[in-house]
């Protein structure tokens, strides 16, 4: 089982940016590929960016494609996500998810293929 602890989050204006960050620990990093997700107040969870176990691969939503960046660094058991262009509209608890049932260098974007899931660091950006 693996453990994760986001964090970075925090208060920022319109066109900022914030990297968060999501700390593993209780198994090897490598073996599971990492997914963001976000969830606005009122709103169903939803998918953000994910990464292959290498980090060779990765995929975005539509919504933040050209403006986050999902990175890993194995050695370090921990997963990132650049946040740029920050819009109103990213306000949200954003969750790391891991899950080692994806096949190597894949990636997905479903909620139910993640079996563990940090508990959340909160983005707000003021317009």
């Known amino acids: 089982q693996v453990q994760l602890v986001e964090s970075g989050g925090g208060l920022v204006q319109a066109g900022g940016s914030l990297r968060l960050s999501c700390a593993a620990s209780g198994h090897t990093f490598s073996n599971y590929a990492m997914g963001w997700f976000r969830q606005a107040p009122g709103k169903e969870r939803e998918f953000v960016a994910a990464?292959?176990?290498?980090?060779?691969?990765?995929y975005y939503s539509d919504s933040v494609n050209g403006r986050f960046t999902i990175s890993r660094d194995n050695a370090k058991n921990t997963a990132y996500l650049q946040m740029s262009s920050l819009k109103p509209e990213d306000t949200a608890v954003y969750y790391c998810?891991?899950?080692?049932?994806?096949?190597?260098?894949?990636?997905?974007?479903?909620?139910?293929?993640?079996?563990?899931w940090g508990q959340g660091t909160r983005v707000t950006v003021s317009s």
């Open positions: 998810a891991a899950t080692p049932r994806i096949g190597y260098g894949g990636t997905d974007s479903r909620i139910r293929s993640y079996d563990y």
């Open positions: 990464i292959s176990r290498d980090g060779l691969n990765t």
